[in-house]
């Protein structure tokens, strides 16, 4: 057999590309402030007046809003680890997958996500990156190599 024909019959078909769309980032902001009201501020509420006894004992703890920010981090990292998406996320169709997998990311990598995220909000810059890329991907989403996509389900 020639080379040629050989050669034919052994090619392989690429697999079609995926198109991803990147999240738009005034609905990452929804989904921020949703997620908030949704998990971060019963957390908030149950620390203050169910563990502490009232807002007064609260506010003067050093301890508290810090135990309220690791059990919201915890949460947010299974819920994405899990699912890639917080309630929040899912209502407005976003997903935070691996940048280079597009699959879901690790309990640990989505709890440094989360640490890079407050990192990235203490220095404006971060949160405004998104403005300025074409993949749209805030300062965390560049350190922890992840993405945040539109997804339909």
Same mark, same amino acid.
């Given at each position: 057999?020639?080379?040629?024909?050989?050669?034919?019959?052994?090619?392989?078909?690429?697999?079609?590309?995926? #198109?991803?769309? +990147?999240?738009?980032?005034?609905?990452?902001? *929804?989904? !921020?402030?949703?997620?908030? %009201?949704?998990?971060?501020?019963?957390?908030?509420?149950?620390?203050?007046?169910?563990?502490?006894?009232?807002?007064?004992?609260?506010?003067?703890?050093?301890?508290?809003?810090?135990?309220?920010?690791?059990?919201?981090?915890?949460?947010?990292?299974?819920?994405?680890?899990?699912?890639?998406?917080?309630?929040? #996320?899912?209502? +407005?169709?976003?997903?935070?997958?691996?940048? *280079?997998? !597009?699959?879901?990311?690790? %309990?640990?990598?989505?709890?440094?996500?989360?640490?890079?995220?407050?990192?990235?909000?203490?220095?404006?810059?971060?949160?405004?990156?998104?403005?300025?890329?074409?993949?749209?991907?805030?300062?965390?989403?560049?350190?922890?190599?992840?993405?945040?996509?539109?997804?339909?389900?």
């Amino acid at each position: 057999m020639r080379f040629r024909k050989l050669k034919q019959k052994t090619k392989h078909k690429l697999p079609p590309k995926i #198109k991803i769309i +990147y999240a738009f980032y005034p609905d990452k902001i *929804k989904a !921020l402030i949703t997620d908030m %009201f949704m998990i971060y501020a019963p957390i908030l509420y149950v620390i203050a007046y169910v563990i502490m006894g009232g807002k007064d004992a609260f506010q003067s703890s050093q301890v508290a809003p810090f135990f309220g920010v690791l059990l919201y981090g915890l949460i947010y990292a299974g819920l994405i680890a899990k699912f890639g998406q917080t309630p929040g #996320k899912k209502a +407005y169709d976003i997903k935070v997958v691996d940048a *280079k997998t !597009l699959k879901n990311i690790s %309990f640990f990598r989505a709890f440094a996500r989360f640490i890079a995220f407050l990192f990235s909000a203490t220095i404006i810059v971060g949160l405004l990156t998104p403005l300025f890329r074409k993949d749209k991907k805030a300062l965390h989403d560049i350190l922890c190599h992840t993405v945040e996509i539109m997804v339909k389900d």
